[in-house]
């Protein structure tokens, strides 16, 4: 079965960049579209950005001009380049990839941006 992992999460300061990563393992299948959603304590889980057919990427109004989606298709691999990252951008962070019509999800990695 298709199992997404997410890294590149971690501690960084006010201003500072992350680049965070999903990978599939297991049974490695195309993905479309691939996407990421954070969610920090007692609030909703929300889509960050998510990139779909031709590369064609949506982005949260709070992220737009910092984050940017990318991903390598070849390796069911999906990027968030998280740059001027704010405190508000505390959260962990899903990744999600859609085959078949079916969403997995991954199990998330935290990302805490101090001010």
């Known amino acids: 079965q298709v199992h997404l992992v997410e890294s590149g999460g971690g501690l960084v300061q006010a201003g500072g960049s992350l680049r965070l990563s999903c990978a599939a393992s297991?049974?490695?299948?195309?993905?479309?579209?691939m996407g990421w959603y954070r969610q920090a304590p007692g609030k909703q889980r929300e889509l960050v950005a998510s990139?779909?057919?031709?590369?064609?990427?949506n982005y949260a109004d709070s992220v737009k001009g910092r984050f940017t989606i990318s991903r390598d298709n070849a390796k069911n691999t999906v990027y968030l380049q998280m740059n001027i990252l704010k405190p508000e951008d505390t959260a962990v962070y899903y990744c999600?990839?859609?085959?078949?019509?079916?969403?997995?999800w991954g199990q998330g990695t935290q990302v805490t941006v101090s001010s």
């Open positions: 999600q990839g859609v085959h078949a019509f079916y969403a997995y």
């Open positions: 990139i779909g057919s031709g590369d064609s990427t």
């Open positions: 297991g049974t490695i299948i195309r993905f479309n579209p």
